[in-house]
């Protein structure tokens, strides 16, 4: 039996591995297997703790501290999408929605324009805020006409086809903070907007969900993507005279 479930493991892992869900692992599992032979919860609490980094296939020793909490796995999961609701987290990890909200609250991660955030940024943080924001305003003050510009620094962010079209346009790439959804007009303008379309509506299909974007995106108007760009200098001297913190 033991060595059965130990099988079972390095199967999971394999799948895990190879980028399967844990719905199609466990599929995979019964097929071969037989049901019943794992449940899809126990390969979801694998699944977790495999995000989180931790391999070790034998059963923890119940006595002593786990190796990976349930923090730690809300923390990786955060990490590779920081755009995940309550519910996909729960959907991720296998950890109840109580729990996830428990331990959101215990790390001091806040929602911040639809983007999970430290919400006790530390001083480094706030400081590299600060700087960049009042950088920028210099930067406005000198040349308030500023053309439109991107959010990411290129040499890490931004692809070879889109840094060719911002050259091709002559547009400024500005310093852009981690942690801060609320100088990203995606985040603050672009993604508010778009789930305001979104409400009420339902969709049968892919296709269909596709129409509504490309619908969405036709319908907006050239002043609609200045009057985001355009919030920034404002949004900018906030964080200065906040000190850093979020605007809310």
Same mark, same amino acid.
């Given at each position: 039996?033991?060595? !059965? ?5 390095? %199967? ?30 126990? %390969? ?56 996830? #909200? ?35 305003? !210099?930067?406005? &003050? ?14 890490? #962010? ?17 310093? /852009?903070?981690? /942690? ?7 985040? /603050? ?18 296709? &269909?969900?596709?129409? #509504? ?27 200065? &005279?906040?000190?850093?913190? /979020?605007?809310?």
């Amino acid at each position: 039996m033991e060595s !059965q479930k130990m099988h079972l493991r390095h %199967v999971t892992l394999h799948c895990f591995r190879k980028g399967n869900s844990a719905k199609d692992t466990t599929g995979e599992i019964f097929t071969v297997y037989g049901s019943g032979t794992t449940t899809i919860r126990t %390969v979801r609490n694998w699944f977790g703790k495999f995000r989180a980094g931790n391999f070790e296939l034998k059963d923890e020793d119940r006595s002593g501290r786990p190796a990976t909490t349930d923090t730690d796995i809300i923390k990786t999961v955060l990490t590779e999408n920081p755009r995940y609701s309550v519910l996909e987290i729960v959907d991720a990890t296998n950890i109840p929605e109580t729990t996830v #909200h428990k331990h959101l609250i215990k790390i001091g991660y806040a929602n911040r324009y639809e983007v999970w955030v430290p919400h006790l940024l530390r001083e480094t943080g706030l400081m590299n805020r600060v700087s960049t924001c009042d950088l920028l305003l !210099q930067r406005h &003050e000198r040349d308030p006409f500023l053309k439109p510009v991107a959010e990411k620094r290129p040499e890490l #962010h931004v692809a070879l086809a889109v840094r060719q079209k911002l050259l091709q346009f002559d547009w400024d790439v500005l310093p /852009y903070p981690p /942690y801060s959804p609320d100088l990203a007009p995606s985040d /603050y303008y672009l993604f508010l907007s778009l789930k305001n379309s979104l409400c009420g509506k339902s969709f049968k299909s892919i296709s &269909e969900i596709k129409t #509504h974007l490309d619908e969405y995106f036709t319908s907006k108007l050239k002043r609609f993507w200045k009057e985001g760009i355009m919030r920034l200098p404002e949004r900018w001297k906030k964080v200065v &005279e906040q000190n850093g913190s /979020y605007i809310t």
